[in-house]
């Protein structure tokens, strides 16, 4: 699922080496913004062709799509041999992951652009799928027949995704505020100001909430307090990305062409890394390293530690879709159609494929 896990704080398990190598490329038929999600030895990721695509993660080739009525920009989610996954065509649509037929949609009042995340029902018998929708509502539907078991209600669009912890769900939306939600019951327990409108995803850690918003503003807020515990930002940029937690660092991409890390605890500026382009993309933490894109048109890796390059790849096309890192692969989609797998050194490299920049 986007950011690993229904907390959202984009950890993956295991290690990345210094270096990677293009494994396999699969082209569809418009910018991928979606965020590709890996389960089950399978790639599934969304496309502006209007498409959800299932890809053998081996191999890269395609197993199976899925025709929606407009551009999936959400990243799936994988449950159960289910595939969640919301379309700018207003539906959220569960599909068989193993052969790509429709189980069942359910419909919002405008587009999905932010991917589902899903938690047990409070008797622990069903599960559910949470989304956030342009209707400005966040939707709680049964995860079997997509039946709605609650929604929510805000005062403006709701872009990202909505992040799941002990018994909370909590967001922000473009009303400016971070929600804290009862998942039980859907009621909303505590609003805290941001101070101007939330375009990404949340992550929760240890009680508290990260988010970026739009007036260059990172925050940190204590859920038991409701209150904002430290901000981060010059107030002259802004954060569409999402927030990557570490044990020490938080971090997170601006759109002042930098990625940023600092400190869990305080706020307080580690490093930043410079790109040549707004980094849209959402972070991700493995082992020592962070992985992510740029709309300068390259992946990047960086060490956590002190931001220093590892590797990078050239794509030729924005990367404002977030990596996928499992089974020691790394994908995402790029905005020329096409999305890219790298992993060890062993795996081949097609010889008409871009070649990789050198680090520094």
Same mark, same amino acid.
């Given at each position: 699922?986007?950011?690993?896990? !229904?907390?959202?704080?984009?950890?993956?398990?295991?290690?990345?080496?210094?270096?990677?190598?293009?494994?396999?490329?699969?082209?569809?038929?418009?910018?991928?913004?979606?965020?590709?999600?890996?389960?089950?030895?399978?790639?599934?990721?969304?496309?502006?062709?209007?498409?959800?695509?299932?890809?053998?993660?081996?191999?890269?080739? #395609?197993?199976?799509?899925?025709?929606?009525?407009?551009?999936? /920009?959400?990243?799936?989610?994988?449950?159960?041999?289910?595939?969640?996954?919301?379309?700018?065509?207003?539906?959220?649509?569960?599909?068989?992951?193993?052969?790509?037929?429709?189980?069942?949609?359910?419909?919002?009042?405008?587009?999905?652009?932010?991917?589902?995340?899903?938690?047990?029902?409070?008797?622990?018998?069903?599960?559910?799928?949470?989304?956030?929708?342009?209707?400005?509502?966040?939707?709680?539907? #049964?995860?079997?027949? +997509?039946?709605?078991?609650?929604?929510?209600?805000?005062?403006?669009?709701?872009?990202?995704?909505?992040?799941?912890?002990?018994?909370?769900?909590?967001?922000?939306?473009?009303?400016?505020?971070?929600?804290?939600?009862?998942?039980?019951? +859907?009621? /909303?327990?505590?609003?805290?100001?941001?101070?101007?409108?939330?375009?990404?995803?949340?992550?929760?850690?240890? +009680?508290?909430?990260?988010?970026?918003?739009? /007036?260059?503003?990172?925050?940190?807020?204590?859920?038991?307090?409701?209150?904002?515990?430290?901000?981060?930002?010059?107030?002259?940029?802004?954060?569409?990305?999402?927030?990557?937690?570490?044990?020490?660092?938080?971090?997170?991409?601006?759109?002042?062409?930098?990625?940023?890390?600092?400190?869990?605890?305080?706020?307080?500026?580690?490093?930043?890394?410079?790109?040549?382009?707004?980094?849209?993309?959402? !972070?991700?933490?493995?082992?020592?390293?962070?992985?992510?894109?740029?709309?300068? +048109?390259?992946?990047?890796?960086?060490?956590?530690?002190?931001?220093?390059?590892?590797?990078?790849?050239?794509?030729?096309?924005?990367?404002?879709?977030? !990596?996928?890192?499992?089974?020691?692969?790394?994908?995402?989609?790029?905005?020329?159609?096409?999305?890219?797998?790298?992993?060890?050194?062993?795996?081949?490299?097609?010889?008409?494929?871009?070649? !990789?920049?050198?680090?520094?």
């Amino acid at each position: 699922m986007f950011r690993g896990a !229904p907390d959202m704080r984009s950890v993956a398990r295991g290690s990345l080496p210094d270096d990677l190598a293009l494994a396999w490329t699969l082209k569809t038929d418009d910018a991928v913004r979606s965020s590709a999600a890996i389960a089950g030895g399978r790639v599934f990721v969304g496309s502006d062709d209007a498409h959800l695509y299932a890809i053998d993660l081996a191999s890269g080739k #395609e197993v199976w799509t899925f025709k929606t009525d407009d551009t999936v /920009e959400a990243s799936p989610l994988i449950l159960d041999g289910v595939v969640y996954v919301g379309s700018s065509d207003g539906f959220l649509y569960a599909v068989d992951a193993a052969t790509g037929t429709l189980k069942w949609k359910y419909e919002t009042k405008d587009k999905i652009l932010g991917a589902a995340n899903w938690v047990a029902s409070p008797d622990g018998g069903r599960k559910w799928i949470l989304v956030g929708s342009y209707d400005a509502r966040l939707h709680c539907v #049964e995860a079997d027949t +997509g039946k709605a078991v609650w929604t929510l209600e805000t005062d403006n669009f709701i872009n990202g995704a909505a992040a799941v912890s002990a018994g909370k769900t909590v967001f922000g939306s473009c009303d400016a505020l971070i929600h804290v939600v009862g998942v039980a019951d +859907g009621k /909303e327990t505590a609003s805290i100001e941001a101070g101007a409108y939330i375009a990404g995803s949340a992550a929760m850690a240890d +009680g508290r909430v990260y988010v970026g918003h739009y /007036e260059g503003e990172l925050l940190c807020a204590d859920l038991a307090a409701s209150k904002v515990v430290w901000r981060y930002g010059d107030g002259e940029t802004s954060f569409y990305s999402s927030p990557a937690v570490g044990d020490r660092a938080i971090v997170i991409g601006a759109r002042d062409k930098r990625l940023h890390a600092v400190d869990r605890a305080t706020g307080k500026p580690l490093w930043t890394f410079a790109t040549r382009g707004d980094v849209d993309s959402s !972070p991700v933490i493995c082992g020592d390293k962070v992985v992510f894109g740029s709309n300068d +048109g390259r992946l990047y890796m960086v060490r956590l530690a002190d931001g220093r390059q590892v590797w990078s790849f050239e794509t030729g096309k924005a990367v404002s879709a977030s !990596p996928a890192v499992a089974a020691d692969r790394v994908v995402v989609g790029a905005e020329d159609g096409v999305v890219y797998c790298f992993g060890p050194k062993s795996a081949a490299r097609p010889a008409s494929s871009p070649r !990789p920049s050198p680090g520094r």
